[in-house]
């Protein structure tokens, strides 16, 4: 069971879409629907952003959207603001009752 | 809303037993949910260590399998964790979490830092 590949950083400036990529395998992220998105602020613990590849929780913001073409899950945020700039993460059911999570990417807004 | 809350020893020395304990509270452990441990080291990435149900049924990450043990105490609405044979990879904040009867983690717990040092 191997880490999913995400991008170590990403940047953008405020009001732009940036876009984080979840690289996983045919075992993971390519066989089914399951990847979800957590966004973390330094020092606090990971918050769901994401589920099931594309749907959000309630209270999350609509600039948040997710996708998923093959073995790579996608995180966009559109209309960057400030409050954005934190880690996010990306997770995956793994098959045989196991989960994975990503390396972790921070997102730092210019 | 179920509210989640680590505790157990900051300090563990090199090839001791990691204990840790996480308190269930606007909820009952005998729910639906999984309850789940997620680890990240310093600056690093989320690992997931394994996850318990009420009944005791256990899933564990492959690569931490032969030193992890989870047990669920339904009597205090708490579960916990036992890592064996610990060394400085396993230094990191531990955080549990709650994954319903679905497939994502929340809420989650605010973490506690553990430290492997002599």
């Known amino acids: 069971q191997s880490a999913l590949t995400q991008p170590a950083s990403v940047s953008g400036s405020p009001g732009q879409s940036i876009t984080i990529s979840c690289t996983g395998s045919?075992?993971?992220?390519?066989?089914?629907?399951?990847v979800s998105w957590y966004q973390q602020h330094p020092g606090t613990a990971p918050k769901l952003m994401l589920y099931e590849v594309t749907k959000r929780p309630s209270g999350v913001s609509s600039r948040f959207s997710g996708s998923k073409s093959g073995n790579t899950a996608s995180l966009t945020i559109s209309g960057l603001q400030a409050e954005d700039e934190a880690d996010y993460h990306c997770?995956?059911?793994?098959?045989?009752?196991?989960?994975?999570f990503g390396g972790g990417t921070k997102l730092t807004v210019l | 809303q179920v509210h989640l809350q680590e505790s157990g020893p900051g300090l563990v020395k090199p090839s001791g037993t990691l204990s840790l304990t996480c308190a269930v509270s606007g909820g009952s452990i005998s729910s639906t949910n999984w309850w789940t441990w997620v680890r990240q080291p310093p600056g690093k990435g989320l690992e997931w260590i394994g996850e318990i149900y009420q009944s005791g049924n256990s899933n564990y990450n492959p690569s931490l399998k032969s030193r992890v043990t989870m047990s669920v105490d339904k009597s205090r609405n708490q579960f916990s964790l036992r890592l064996s044979s610990v060394t400085a990879a396993d230094t990191a904040v531990y955080y549990c979490?709650?994954?319903?009867?679905?497939?994502?983690?929340?809420?989650w717990g605010q973490g506690t830092l553990v430290t492997v040092s002599s």
């Open positions: 979490a709650s994954r319903p009867p679905l497939n994502w983690f929340d809420p």
């Open positions: 997770c995956s059911y793994g098959g045989f009752s196991t989960w994975v």
């Open positions: 045919s075992s993971d992220v390519g066989s089914y629907n399951l």
